[in-house]
T-cell receptor, first 114, second 111 residues
Framework: GNSVTQMEGPVTLSEEAFLTINCTYTATGYPSLFWYVQYPGEGLQLLLKATKADDKGSNKGFEATYRKETTSFHLEKGSVQVSDSAVYFCALSAGGTSYGKLTFGQGTILTVHP | DGGITQSPKYLFRKEGQNVTLSCEQNLNHDAMYWYRQDPGQGLRLIYYSQIVNDFQKGDIAEGYSVSREKKESFPLTVTSAQKNPTAFYLC??????????FGPGTRLTVL
């Protein structure tokens, strides 16, 4: 079956540091890949996505590239802010009629200090 | 503004009671989903519906029921058969290539 593995957290950074959160996946076929962000007590917000190999998703300074050869979709940001403190989830979808059926990683807690 | 609404935000249930969580979307999406989130974990799929009057079980459907009488609405009932219902419940919707987008969630606590 499909699975997603995220780097263990929590991750603690100083403001303006470079962020990488690793995500690797196991899936048959050509899944779509997603990053979601969750702030305390809230639902998930779609941060970015990529639907085919070598696609780069980007939003609010965050980027992730769909690497089929390494089955990875690592999240990066060049300069984090305190407001980026949240939980980040990597997820995949088999696509097609199962587009919204997501398999999630366990989440990575990010804390950014001033 | 288009989006997904869930109500209530907090819900308390006594042992043995059924409760129903509301989910409404005005994005005109065909598909809707219910996920459960437990502390420190990712989300797990409970039920999903790809079209009105049709729905399928997800990975953890036992103790839950749903209906899809309207495109905009996908309520979830947590029955007394659900052994560990305390969790954060999230509704989502999607169309092929759009989203999936999530609602703000309902936190259910069993007293």
């Amino acid at each position: 079956g499909n699975s997603v593995t995220q780097m263990e957290g929590p991750v603690t950074l100083s403001e303006e540091a470079f962020l990488t959160i690793n995500c690797t996946y196991t899936a048959t076929g050509y899944p779509s890949l997603f990053w979601y962000v969750q702030y305390p007590g809230e639902g998930l917000q779609l941060l970015l996505k990529a639907t085919k190999a070598d696609d780069k998703g980007s939003n609010k300074g965050f980027e992730a590239t769909y690497r089929k050869e390494t089955t990875s979709f690592h999240l990066e940001k060049g300069s984090v802010q305190v407001s980026d403190s949240a939980v980040y989830f990597c997820a995949l979808s088999a696509g097609g009629t199962s587009y919204g059926k997501l398999t999630f990683g366990q989440g990575t807690i990010l804390t950014v200090h001033p | 503004d288009g989006g997904i609404t869930q109500s209530p935000k907090y819900l308390f249930r006594k042992e043995g009671q059924n409760v129903t969580l509301s989910c409404e979307q005005n994005l005109n999406h065909d598909a809707m989903y219910w996920y459960r989130q437990d502390p420190g974990q990712g989300l797990r799929l409970i039920y999903y519906s790809q079209i009105v009057n049709d729905f399928q079980k997800g990975d953890i459907a036992e103790g839950y029921s749903v209906s899809r009488e309207k495109k905009e609405s996908f309520p979830l009932t947590v029955t007394s058969a659900q052994k560990n219902p305390t969790a954060f419940y999230l509704c989502a919707s999607s169309d092929e290539g759009a989203g999936p987008f999530f609602g703000p969630g309902t936190r259910l606590t069993v007293l």
